[in-house]
């Protein structure tokens, strides 16, 4: 996300850098706007930004079956995304600023992400029987306890339950 957000930036800075130039000036551009010098940029220097929109979105179909666990916020980068750039790199953004209000909203959703990311992955249970558990973090069995598991912590296994005991397993 912060990569396709820096490709945008960079974007929207080779667009006001072109349209600066007194060479660049032509009737084309006071004829049909932004919007071909844009999709010109996207398919030649910019055409990093297409594939990177064709991952995310393959991995948000992939998400589809858990979808109420995919934040709001990206869901709605996705569909913002979707009605501006196709997967195919048919580029919808009429103006500059559309790409500047794309960047502020991306800038959004990558600071949402960064709060709640963590580096630690925990595990709640209630109980373990006969499985193969692993986290990075915790693991912390709630009630009745472990039984013939194996399980690997990062940090610390915790039993919670009474009497909370593990018996067979590692």
């Not at 010098?37 to 594939?51: E, V, Y």
């Not at 973090?137 to 009474?162: H, L, M, R």
Request: contains cysteine; proline residues 1%.
């Amino acid at each position: 996300m912060k990569s396709l957000k820096n490709l945008f930036e960079m974007m929207e800075a080779a667009i006001r850098q072109l349209k600066s130039q007194k060479a660049f000036k032509t009737d084309d551009l006071a004829k049909y706007g932004e919007r071909q010098l844009i999709q010109l940029l996207l398919d030649t220097k910019f055409n990093n930004i297409i594939n990177i929109i064709k991952n995310f979105y393959a991995f948000y179909e992939n998400s589809e079956v858990n979808k109420e666990h995919v934040l709001p916020e990206l869901r709605s980068l996705k569909e913002q995304l979707q009605d501006k750039i196709k997967a195919s790199g048919l580029c919808a953004i009429q103006k500059s600023t559309e790409i500047v209000s794309l960047i502020s909203f991306m800038t959004e959703v990558c600071d949402l992400l960064n709060k709640i990311s963590d580096k630690y992955s925990n595990i709640w249970t209630s109980y373990i029987q006969k499985s193969y558990v692993k986290a990075s973090g915790n693991v912390v069995t709630a009630s009745e306890g472990a039984y013939n598991s194996e399980i690997y912590a990062g940090k610390k296994v915790v039993f919670k339950g009474e009497p909370g005991l593990c018996r067979g397993g590692r």
